[in-house]
T-cell receptor
Framework: AQRVTQPEKLLSVFKGAPVELKCNYS??????LFWYVQYSRQRLQLLLR??SRESIKGFTADLNKGETSFHLKKPFAQEEDSAMYYC???????????FGTGTRLLVSP | DAGVIQSPRHEVTEMGQEVTLRCKPI?????LFWYRQTMMRGLELLIY????????DSGMPEDRFSAKMPNASFSTLKIQPSEPRDSAVYFC??????????????FGPGTRLTVT
């Protein structure tokens, strides 16, 4: 079975502080991992995917198969980063995404 | 393209009434997904379609929920009869499935349903 765990419902930091949103997954095969973001009053949208190995808006995420984790990181948080972040997993060859319960990031000035 | 379109954006109804949510996917996309978002459970997949055919409806909570996709440009999610615990935001998403398996899903703005 596929499962995604985001242990923190809320993460509150000050502007300029480092941010790490945790994501752990459970899947017996080779997973594809994603981070989606939902800004206030906006649609859920893809932030990044592990196969792209890119940095979007200063965020990066590395797939650690040994720890079954895909944590999202940013060295210096900005107020505009405040949003709901969802980690999602898809099994190889499947199209269905399994989402975590989400973490709300609040960046204060 | 206007993206995925959902209607209505807000729906308030009384317990026992029938509710129909509508979705228009992005033109050319061949897969469509219905999700429910709540504070307690986050984002849950209810059902998804490939080429208008339901592939996985294991997330549909009970028989009161049904979904159809009569053509490539339209889908409905119906709740009959509705109950207060159905109150949530319902999202529709679409994507393009290729042989290599493209997974990015494009989400609609959601329908906020309140059942009193």
């Amino acid at each position: 079975a596929q499962r995604v765990t985001q242990p923190e419902k809320l993460l509150s930091v000050f502007k300029g502080a480092p941010v790490e949103l945790k994501c752990n997954y459970s899947y017996s095969g080779s997973p594809e991992l994603f981070w989606y973001v939902q800004y206030s009053r906006q649609r859920l949208q893809l932030l990044l995917r592990h196969i792209s190995r890119e940095s979007i808006k200063g965020f990066t995420a590395d797939l650690n198969k040994g720890e079954t984790s895909f944590h999202l990181k940013k060295p210096f948080a900005q107020e505009e980063d405040s949003a709901m972040y969802y980690c999602a997993l898809s099994g190889t060859g499947f199209q269905k995404l399994v989402f975590g319960t989400g973490t709300r990031l609040l960046v204060s000035p | 393209d206007a993206g995925v379109i959902q209607s209505p954006r807000h729906e308030v109804t009384e317990m026992g009434q029938e509710v129909t949510l509508r979705c228009k996917p992005i033109s050319g996309h061949n897969s469509l997904f219905w999700y429910r978002q709540t504070m307690m459970r986050g984002l849950e997949l209810l059902i998804y379609f490939n080429n208008n055919v339901p592939i996985d409806d294991s997330g549909m909570p009970e028989d009161r929920f049904s979904a159809k996709m009569p053509n490539a440009s339209f889908s409905t999610l119906k709740i009959q009869p509705s109950e207060p615990r159905d109150s949530a935001v319902y999202f529709c998403a679409s994507s393009l499935l290729l042989p290599a398996g493209v997974k990015e899903q494009y989400f609609g703005p959601g329908t906020r349903l309140t059942v009193t």
